[in-house]
């Protein structure tokens, strides 16, 4: 069963040049999985919230492009928030972990790379939907 301690942070590599910086994402080499899908928040008006899910077998990696945002990630047990301001750091989410996007800084860009295509059917939406689900999964790895 996946938690939130596995939720970490990816130094992302960084090649620095006097023109302007460059980083770089490699499937399964910088990214611990294969790269399905790639989709960007931004015009997030200030003081709202993003996310509020976690699914069912879906990974991810969250990158600030530009700006900032909190990023709080939550297992049904604990829960730790991450500060996303670097463009050079990703936050990797595995399945099975509730996060929540707010905070956004004026002008900030949420990257999220993730490990396949879009289906509603891998998200839960509702918080308590997903307390059970984790319930049920912790049972099952239990016995």
């Known amino acids: 069963m996946m938690s939130v301690n596995d939720c970490r ?15 770089f994402i490699e499937s399964g080499r910088h990214i611990p999985f294969e790269i399905k899908r ?3 928040l931004y015009d997030v008006p200030g003081g709202s919230a993003r996310a509020g899910h976690a699914h ?7 990158i ?17 928030t991450f500060r996303l301001n670097r463009s050079y750091y990703g936050l990797y989410v595995p399945p099975l972990v509730w996060r929540e996007i707010d905070d956004f800084s004026s002008g900030s860009v949420c990257l999220a790379v993730v490990s396949a295509p879009f ?25």
Not at 68 to 74: E, I, K, L, N, Y
Not at 119 to 143: C, G, P, T
């Open 38 to 40: 790639v989709y960007y």
């Open 9 to 23: 942070i990816i130094d992302l590599p960084r090649i620095a040049d006097e023109r302007g910086n460059l980083t």
């Open 56 to 62: 069912k077998a879906l990974h991810q990696v969250l």
């Open 64 to 80: 600030a492009m530009s700006g900032s945002f909190d990023v709080t990630v939550d297992d049904g047990t604990l829960r730790k």
């Open 119 to 143: 289906d509603e059917a891998d998200y839960y939406r509702d918080y308590k939907e997903f307390l059970r689900a984790v319930r049920v999964h912790d049972e099952h790895s239990l016995s």
